[in-house]
């Protein structure tokens, strides 16, 4: 689960207690976790949008808004509609269980609880929900990467990447078909704290696809999408990509 050549599995904690986040940081750091939090509640559905977490741990006691209203509140938009919540609540009735799981949580654990066994279930409903994001090995139409020895193939062949074009390819190849802008793959790849200009983005891409080309009659892989950003696609032979999305 850890990051590799700058992408890591990110992880919101939302919870007041300072005792707890101190435990959470500490435990889900010494696994490789990129942890970020707050104990605000209204501040957590901006971060969600900001940091983009592979998974958010939210308490349901919080000042500002309550753990089930920000449920609902992220289940409601659609860019944050998908990310998996596991819920934290020293609220042990059924009743609240189900509340917690109808409001949009994917999992729910009553305090107190084991870092051990909330950090097995973060794992557990990635692996539900993003399956990529547990994988040692992403394939794609043809491509193979190998995330522990950063070894990549098409058709078998050895394709040759920059660490930034890998962790480009990896992101892409996590999310297959699904479009991301430039400043989405910027927060991804360079991560959101690092000033990096929009059509540095581009110039990657670039070499991307030249890294993917291996000078032979192969689909193009990237899609440019017209207006918004860009997609790993198979593209049909013959169909030329513009450079830019603009």
Partial sequence: MSGLQGIETKVLIVEDE?????MLRYNLEKE??????TGDGDEAVSLVKAHKPDVIVLDWMLPGMSGIDICAELRRQEETKAAPIIMLSA???????IRGLDAGADDYMVKPFSPSELIARIRAVLRRLRPALSEKVLTFAGLKMDMVSHHITRDGK?????PTEFSLLRYLMEHPGRVFTREQLLDAVWGHDIYVELRTVDVHIRRLRKGLDLGE????LVRTVRSAGYALEEIPMGERQADTPD
């Fill in 32 to 37: 490789g976790f990129k942890v970020y939090y």
């Fill in 91 to 97: 609220r042990g009735e059924e009743s609240d269980r």
């Fill in 18 to 22: 300072t005792a707890i986040v101190t």
């Fill in 217 to 220: 009659s192969l689909p193009e």
């Fill in 158 to 162: 050895p394709v040759h990447l920059s």
